[in-house]
């Protein structure tokens, strides 16, 4: 079997308010989406940045693209992240960028490539959205909320991920623009990157886009598994988190 994409052993990362990460372990395999589902302060955006290696965990392995990053430096770290694309909470688009600044960011960042190349490739990422050119010049402060969130998820394509890493991204939606989110991201799992990991609370986005569903409480994995496994799961803290959700 080709080496999994991403592999946490026994992850721990705690806080001066407590430990929030208490021993999580899963493997994610090459063209697989696994959905992480959670309540509020469970730990979904702890673990997704120690992934992209933003901070360290306390203990625990984290391999990425089978390489160990938890004790890389800064700059070690820069090749790994050029694999991957992450759809941050909110949009947390540049505010005083336009759409084209925000989608050539990372572009600037982390290649070597001219004007017309970049101008090539933030068309064809806000084209893989379903946004045209009449976007290009706007600020964020001029966009929807549906629309911000497909110009991050842009962002997050510029590079041409290997792996992504969504981060609610259909939270504070209107439920049709949520469906059309959750839409892009199944879309995109069959088309410009295959592996992802979508944390949130949003059981409709988990049903459309999951291969595996996996329900963090109280630090760890309480329950992994397809959709239709995790929903009649015997875990009583599983099911009052879902039914709770479902509501
Ligand atoms: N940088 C930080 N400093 C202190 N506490 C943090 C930090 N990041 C996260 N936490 C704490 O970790 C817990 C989990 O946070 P988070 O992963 O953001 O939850 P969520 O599941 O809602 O995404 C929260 O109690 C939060 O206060
Ligand atoms: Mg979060």
Redesign the pocket.
Known sequence: MADPVVELVSVRRT????E?LRGVTFTLARGETLVVM??????????L?LIAGL?RPDAGQIRVFGRSIEGLSEEELLPVRRRMGYVF?GAALFDSLSVYENVAYPLREHATLGEGEIAERVARNLGLVGLGPEVLRLLPAELSGGMKKRVGIARALSIGPELLLF??PTAGLDPTNAKLVAELVQKLHGGVCDTAIV?THDIELAKTVADRVAV?IDGRFAAVGPMTEVLETGNAAVQAFLTGEAR
Do not use: H, N, W
């Open positions: 806080f001066d308010a407590g929030v959670g309540g509020s302060g469970s730990g979904k955006t702890v673990l940045r901070i909470q981060d609610e944390v963090l």
